[in-house]
């Protein structure tokens, strides 16, 4: 049963005309309006919004909420895009949302009405699970910009987030740092608190606009000097005294809106410092919804072990003896995990296992890898899907970057055990380029 439902998804078109947002809007009230069940907070941008939602999801966990988490993509299971209290949605529940939303869908198709795409299809499986479950906040990343991401049929969530924004999926999102943050800032929305990632000047500026747009009073109170109600920016300046040690990161949280938190992460992607700050500060922004009778001590102890226990797959993670898997896909991405891997790994000596999706501009992605310190070694492989990017090409690209030994494969299994070979004892291993050669090479080395 489980195996025919993956099949049938799997053959729905990524990317369809259905309708748009009121089409899934309609679909949602024909399913009973089960967003509207629980608490709804919505994430956008181009990197780290899974990571967000993943810390934001402990943190409501450890304050003693029910809790659900909507990501993609997933790495090994499809399961893994719907969780519930962090755990996968079994193979029993995952079924029976898939039936609901498929009897609708085939009530529709009769109606002539098309159908919904493979990511507005799982996502409306979520929904229809989280209010099953009783779900008490729910944790939605949107899959592909904001505005009109069909997450975004959701009139009012409780407060937005928008994390980092780079250059990504630029034929359907724009051309521009720009145009695509006004993609994701079509999340905003009147009465709804905004918490944005503060690091570029070129994103920040179409995000404030758009925020003043929505909260016109705070636009005027910033140029009086007053203080912020509902709009957070985060900083960079905000995070102080960083520490890095491999698998652990220590930081301070020093901004204007509530008292500094010491925070300890679970990673050694040293990205994962913005990201963290940024649910920090959501949290603190839903404050109000979440104390409770909790004392100021007991909410705050809860987001830092929420944040400190936090796990995501697939991002700087250890899948063996230094053996590192990291889902940069993008050139902002990959800047990242080189700045994590020159600070961590200082004296050692580095090879990669790289593939990338056809759709990548993957140019500069390769630049910034040839610049990592001590690179020795660089395999290239393809992805196991429709999006796979021929390994030939991608190899020549590195040949014309850098002057080291570099060699390729089709054939993700071969790649790592050339990689383990090059490695060694004593050099450290590193895969990335796309998550679906993470999800591989998870499910080679056992998974998650």
């Not at 947002?21 to 309609?26: F, G, M, Q, S, V």
């Not at 929505?214 to 912020?228: F, H, N, Q, T």
């Not at 990689?419 to 796309?434: F, H, P, Q, Y």
């Amino acid at each position: 049963m489980m195996k025919d439902i993956v099949e049938y998804l799997y053959k729905i078109p990524r990317f369809a005309r259905t309708g748009g947002l009121e089409a899934t809007r309609e679909r949602l009230r024909l399913l009973g309006s089960p967003e509207k069940s629980f608490h709804y907070i919505h994430v956008a941008g181009t990197n780290g919004k899974g990571s967000v939602c993943a810390y934001m999801e402990s943190c409501l966990r450890n304050l003693g909420f029910k809790t659900g988490l909507f990501t993609s993509p997933h790495l090994v299971r499809i399961n893994e895009r719907i969780r519930i209290n962090h755990q996968e949605i079994s193979d029993e529940d995952f079924c029976e949302a898939f039936d609901k939303v498929k009897h609708l869908v085939d009530v529709q198709k009769e109606q002539g009405i098309p159908h919904p795409t493979f990511f507005e299809f799982i996502y409306l499986m979520a929904m229809t699970a989280f209010q099953k479950a009783g779900i008490e906040y729910g944790v939605i990343e949107t899959g592909l910009g904001g505005r009109m991401d069909l997450t975004n049929a959701v009139e009012r969530p409780d407060i937005t987030v928008i994390t980092s924004i780079g250059l990504d999926h630029t034929a359907i999102l724009g051309d521009t740092i720009e145009k695509i943050a006004g993609e994701k800032a079509g999340i905003i929305k009147a009465g709804v608190p905004l918490v944005y990632l503060d690091t570029k000047e070129e994103a920040s500026g179409v995000i404030r606009a758009k925020a003043w747009e929505v909260y016109p009073e705070e636009a005027a109170s910033v140029s009086s000097g007053a203080a912020r109600g509902r709009i957070f920016p985060v900083k960079s300046a905000y995070m102080e005294n960083i520490d890095v040690e491999p698998g652990k990161i220590a930081f301070s949280l020093d901004c204007p809106y509530f008292k500094k938190y010491d925070i300890i992460l679970n990673t050694s992607g040293i990205y994962q410092v913005e990201n963290a700050g940024l649910a920090v500060t959501a949290m603190e922004a839903l404050k109000p919804s979440l104390m409770g009778t909790r004392s100021e001590a007991d909410f705050r102890e809860s987001i830092q072990r929420g944040i400190s226990s936090m796990v995501w797959p697939g991002r700087m993670e250890a899948v063996g003896e230094d053996i590192y898997v990291d889902g940069a896909h993008n050139d902002d991405g990959i800047q990242e995990l080189v700045r994590s891997v020159n600070g961590i790994f200082q004296g050692k000596d580095i090879y990669l296992v790289f593939a990338v999706a056809e759709d990548k501009d993957y140019d500069r992605m390769i630049q910034d890898l040839c610049g990592l310190n001590g690179l020795k070694g660089v395999i290239v492989t393809e992805i196991d899907n429709g999006r796979r990017r021929d390994f030939h090409e991608v190899m020549q690209h590195f040949s014309e970057n850098w002057h080291g030994m570099v060699r390729g494969t089709y054939n993700v299994n071969e790649a790592i055990v050339l990689g383990r070979e090059w490695k060694g004892k004593d050099a450290v291993l590193i895969c990335t380029g796309s998550l679906y050669l993470v999800g591989h090479v998870k499910a080679i080395l056992g998974g998650i």
